[in-house]
T-cell receptor, first 116, second 112 residues
C-alpha cells in the first residue's frame, strides 16, 4: 500500500478483555516495528520483525503482550487481560530492511487504546 | 541517564521566527540521525535523515549533527503556524542491532 495502515484507529475496551491491533506495512518493507506512546511521552519500543521472525521482543512489557507477523506482511499485536495502564497509542512502523540506511522507519497513524 | 535527551518544551514562538530544536545523546556509536514531526493524533512523519556528521538542508529545514559534542539540532526558518507539532529526534547505530532510539519529543507552537 501507499503507507502503513493500522486498524482500528480507536479501541475502547473493558479491563480484563483481550484486544487485537492490526498493522499493514508498506508493500516491500521487510522490517516491522511496534511502539507504544503514552500521553506526552516518547516512543516505547515493544517488538520488531524481520520477515516473520521477531529477533527482539525485549520491549514487550509483560507476557500479556504478544505479536505475530504472517506472510512477511500484516502483523497483529495482541494484549490479553487488558489493564488500565495499557491505555496508550500503539504505533506501527515499517522499513525497507533492518540495518543501516535501510532502517528509516515510516509510521502508521496509530491505534488509540482506552481501557475502562 | 537516558540514551537520548530532548527538552519536552513546550516551545512557543511568533510566526516567522527561527526555531532551534535540539537533542543530546550518550552513545558515541550512533551514526544515523532522524527528525520526525508528529501532529496531534497522527503518527510521526519523517522530516530529515542524516548520516554521520554535518549539515543537511531541505527547504526551510536544516539538520545539524555534531558527533564530537554528541548534539544534534533541527532549525526551522520562517516558521509557520502549520509547523506547530511535536518534533522527535531519533538515532541508531550499526552496533546494538540498529535499534532506533527516540527522544521524548519537543512540542512546538508557532503563533500567527
Amino acid at each position: 500500500g501507499a503507507g502503513v495502515s493500522q486498524s482500528p484507529s480507536n479501541k475502547v475496551t473493558e479491563k480484563g478483555k483481550d484486544v487485537e491491533l492490526r498493522c499493514d506495512p508498506i508493500s516491500g518493507h521487510t522490517a516491522l516495528y511496534w511502539y507504544r506512546q503514552s500521553l506526552g511521552q516518547g516512543l516505547e519500543f515493544l517488538i520488531y520483525f524481520q520477515g516473520n521472525s521477531a529477533p527482539d521482543k525485549s520491549g514487550l512489557p509483560s507476557d500479556r503482550f504478544s505479536a505475530e507477523r504472517t506472510g512477511g506482511s500484516v502483523s497483529t499485536l495482541t494484549i490479553q487481560r487488558t489493564q488500565q495502564e495499557d491505555s496508550a497509542v500503539y504505533l506501527c512502523a515499517s522499513s525497507l530492511e533492518w540495518g543501516g540506511s535501510q532502517n528509516i522507519q515510516y509510521f502508521g497513524a496509530g491505534t488509540r487504546l482506552s481501557v475502562l | 541517564q537516558k540514551e537520548v535527551e530532548q527538552d519536552p518544551g513546550p516551545l512557543s514562538v511568533p510566526e516567522g521566527a527561527i526555531v532551534s530544536l535540539n537533542c543530546t545523546y550518550s552513545n558515541s556509536a550512533f551514526q544515523y540521525f532522524m527528525w520526525y514531526r508528529q501532529y496531534s493524533r497522527k503518527g510521526p512523519e519523517l522530516l530529515m535523515y542524516t548520516y554521520s556528521s554535518g549539515n543537511k538542508e531541505d527547504g526551510r529545514f536544516t539538520a545539524q549533527v555534531d558527533k564530537s559534542s554528541k548534539y544534534i539540532s533541527l532549525f526551522i526558518r520562517d516558521s509557520q503556524p502549520s509547523d506547530s507539532a511535536t518534533y522527535l529526534c531519533a538515532m541508531s547505530a550499526s552496533t546494538g542491532g540498529f535499534k532506533t532510539i527516540f527522544g521524548a519529543g519537543t512540542r512546538l507552537f508557532v503563533k500567527a
